[in-house]
């Protein structure tokens, strides 16, 4: 029975570590997504900026961010506000090409 307990507390410790290091990550995304608001904002709007034009600081926050986990938080929300092919372009000038066939959301990223 003793054995069976200890099964149980290791199991369970492992489990509690394993979403303590999901939820660290989900914060580190949020706050990626955050910067990427702040920074590149303008850039991607469906009217303004050409992403020709983008800053050193948005490309240090594009360098730096997730794809997948990025992609992963496009809503039609976000894709309302957001021009999809200016996302794309601005994170190719900044020298973070995303592949094709990435999907952001209900965007899928196309050939150049």
Known sequence: MAGSNNALLIISFILLINLAVFAHGLEQCD???EDLVSKCSKYVQWVGSNPQDVSKDCCAVVKRADVKCVCDHVTE???MAVDMDKA???AAKCGRP???GT???AY???LA
């Open 31 to 33: 706050n990626q997504i």
């Open 77 to 79: 929300e976000v894709e």
């Open 88 to 90: 794309v372009a601005v």
């Open 98 to 100: 995303i592949s094709p």
């Open 103 to 105: 999907q952001c959301g």
């Open 108 to 110: 899928h990223v196309h």
